[in-house]
T-cell receptor
């Protein structure tokens, strides 16, 4: 049970912001939202995570709604190298880190 | 930081042979995870270790699969005997336990092909 819903695919123009949505309507109060991405033939790469507040790091920003039922990953200036499958994960417990089917993001030149 | 190191990167073997996949977690990490990825089933958690002790192996598909962690810096996943349906990419990941918000860091996987 992945507990998250993401669109299967999205396109984004190079240089523009990529906004990847995720629904997690059954999330509990102490469950974190994580984002990973996977580029073909590589292992999943950690991007960012958060609980309630918005978060930003060198890779991306994470916006979590006040009711915590959804979130958006923002890549501020998408490049061709950002083409990948992006996974939104709700961490239920220490070892319950389940990946869904993700969003396949294609950055278009 | 060398990251999680897996070997080999590719393994091709014949049905019935024993296969051993290896993983070196990030130094200082005390939780280790083995995942399997296929087109049909996506990423599946196979087994999870904490402080070298297997905590949850409910994802291990059959008795043909076994995993060990003899010390904090090494783990193996063994398949004996291997079957064509075991063909997949196997990932190892590690994290710091004690912090529920500690992210998992993945290796680049071993692509296993069983003919």
């Amino acid at each position: 049970d992945a507990k998250t819903t993401q669109p299967p695919s999205m396109d984004c123009a190079e240089g523009r912001a990529a906004n990847l949505p995720c629904n997690h309507s059954t999330i509990s109060g102490n469950e974190y939202v994580y984002w990973y991405r996977q580029i073909h033939s590589q292992g999943p790469q950690y991007i960012i995570h958060g609980l309630k507040n918005n978060e930003t790091n060198e890779m991306a920003s994470l916006i979590i709604t006040e009711d915590r039922k959804s979130s958006t990953l923002i890549l501020p200036h998408a490049t061709l190298r950002d083409t990948a499958v992006y996974y939104c994960i709700v961490r239920v417990a220490l070892n319950q880190f389940y990946f869904g089917t993700g969003t396949s993001l294609t950055v278009i030149p | 930081d060398a990251g999680v190191i897996q070997s080999p990167r590719h393994e091709v073997t014949e049905m019935g042979q024993e296969v051993t996949l290896r993983c070196k977690p990030i130094s200082g990490h005390n939780s280790l995870f083995w995942y399997r990825q296929t087109m049909m089933r996506g990423l599946e958690l196979l087994i999870y270790f904490n402080n070298n002790v297997p905590i949850d192996d409910s994802g291990m598909p059959e008795d043909r699969f076994s995993a060990k962690m003899p010390n904090a810096s090494f783990s193996t996943l063994k398949i004996q005997p291997s079957e064509p349906r075991d063909s997949a990419v196997y990932f190892c990941a590690s994290s710091l336990r004690g912090a529920s918000n500690s992210p998992l860091h993945f290796g680049n996987g071993t692509r296993l092909t069983v003919t």
